[in-house]
């Protein structure tokens, strides 16, 4: 048996020197520039952790790095079953058996897509760092460990890079749509292009495979996506067995996007519908949901650790277009999907995100807080047409800044139309924007 894995071994580094990345969309993603941590790449499933290592793989070779020295190796192959961690060095064995004059003089990187699947992975991942000249990414998730956990396994030692399925640039750019550099002067025609291309974006949303697909067609897609994480993400790694309660929450939480989620209120309208779940089960199911990035939660702005574990987060889908294949009314909710693509984007630029309360009883979609600390209360509305409206979203942001002394306020809408309309109203210290072109932005 051990021969018969290290020969599959030797013929999958043969195949690995051989590799061409094939050609991809660009992922707009930074990587951390921590020197001597494994990068760990983690996501929702098929959001395109594989081809952001194969792009990682084009850069070093486009940057100059020998191709030799850029290796990818995916432990998903149904040979290389029972694989031991011990065992794992037969890998970087058979590849300086073959390229010698690398070991010790240059860095070599190792991209091991699903080295999850090989108990104690971690501890070879380590080992090499320390004693070998390599740079490593890791990446992975699978009934035996959720994508996030591929970070946290290495105990401090791997930076984490969060996959999301593509965004609003990323789709123009899969579509051969040159972005503008500067989305504030763009010509009348092209911004006709760009804001219909969004509203398709909005429905159509992120996922790779989903591109370019009819609506029925991407509904079903979308839906076995889901399945696929909710019952190898959770249910087998989890050793969930209310599966009825865990789908039903699945159901709600992707279906009404922005909505404030109240476990308590979920726990007493499933018990009214004749299905036993206890409240603790609740919560560990969804956050099991969101350790597998199927849904991301936004807590209260607040000070107080009390007050944000009272007060219930709201819930939103990692993609728009995962409300309209789990909503049942049929209808299109540009609002929420507009509210979601906000969302992801805020996370995409590592802000953090929490929504507010006003004193005046109003609420302000985000207050979003960047990596260096500058604050944006950011307040979605899809249509600013009636006046009543942006008066309404207007209060909410002039009742909150004054307790959030230093924020900037900032209005996203769809069209330039309402833009025009919503400027003419805007208070002092209100910024109104196409969410489109701010998406845009660098």
């Not at 409206?389 to 909150?400: G, H, K, N, W, Y």
């Amino acid at each position: 048996m051990e021969g018969q894995l290290r020969d599959i071994i030797r013929q999958k580094v043969a195949d690995a020197l051989a590799f061409e990345p094939p050609p991809l969309t660009r992922r707009d993603v930074r990587l951390p520039g921590i020197p001597r941590k494994a990068r760990a790449v983690v996501g929702m499933r098929r959001a395109g952790k594989t081809c952001f290592l194969h792009q990682c793989l084009a850069d070093r070779r486009a940057a100059g790095a020998p191709r030799e020295a850029q290796i990818y190796f995916s432990f998903e192959d149904e040979r290389l079953a029972g694989l031991e961690a011990a065992q794992l060095s037969w890998v970087l064995e058979e590849y300086y058996t073959r390229c010698p004059q690398f070991r010790d003089r240059r860095q070599v990187t190792f991209f091991f897509d699903e080295i999850q699947v090989v108990p104690g992975w971690e501890t070879f991942v380590r080992r090499i760092l320390d004693s070998e000249k390599v740079e490593v990414f890791v990446s992975g998730s699978s009934a035996k460990m959720l994508s996030r956990e591929v970070a946290t396994a290495l105990r401090g030692r791997a930076t984490e890079t969060v996959i999301y399925p593509f965004s609003y640039r990323e789709v123009l750019g899969h579509q051969g749509i040159e972005a503008p550099e500067d989305s504030k002067f763009v010509p009348k025609a092209q911004r006709s292009r760009l804001e219909r291309a969004f509203l398709d974006y909005l429905a159509s949303g992120g996922f790779p495979e989903a591109q370019g697909l009819s609506a029925g067609d991407r509904v079903n897609l979308l839906q076995g996506y889901v399945d696929a994480c909710v019952f190898r993400d959770v249910v087998e790694r989890h050793g969930v067995t209310n599966v009825v309660a865990l789908r039903r929450l699945v159901r709600q939480l992707l279906g009404a996007a922005g909505g404030r989620f109240s476990v308590n209120k979920f726990y007493n309208d499933l018990r009214s519908q004749g299905v036993a779940v206890s409240k603790d089960s609740l919560h560990e199911m969804l956050a099991h949901l969101e350790d597998a990035f199927l849904v991301r939660r936004v807590p209260l702005a607040t000070d107080s650790e009390r007050r944000r574990q009272v007060n219930p987060a709201k819930a939103y889908p990692v993609d728009p277009a995962l409300i309209a294949a789990f909503d049942r009314s049929g209808k299109a909710n540009l609002g929420h999907a507009l509210e979601t693509a906000v969302l992801l984007e805020l996370e995409r630029r590592d802000c953090g995100a929490s929504y507010v309360d006003t004193p005046g009883g109003f609420e302000v979609d985000f207050l979003s807080r960047e990596p260096d600390g500058k604050r944006t209360l950011v307040q979605v509305s899809a249509d600013l047409s009636d006046k009543s409206v942006r008066d309404r979203e207007f209060r909410a942001l002039a009742d909150a800044l004054p307790s959030h002394r230093g924020a900037k306020a900032l209005l996203l809408t769809l069209t330039g139309t309402d833009v025009q309309l919503a400027r003419a109203d805007a208070p002092a210290g209100v910024t109104v924007r196409a969410a489109w072109e701010w998406m845009l932005e660098t």
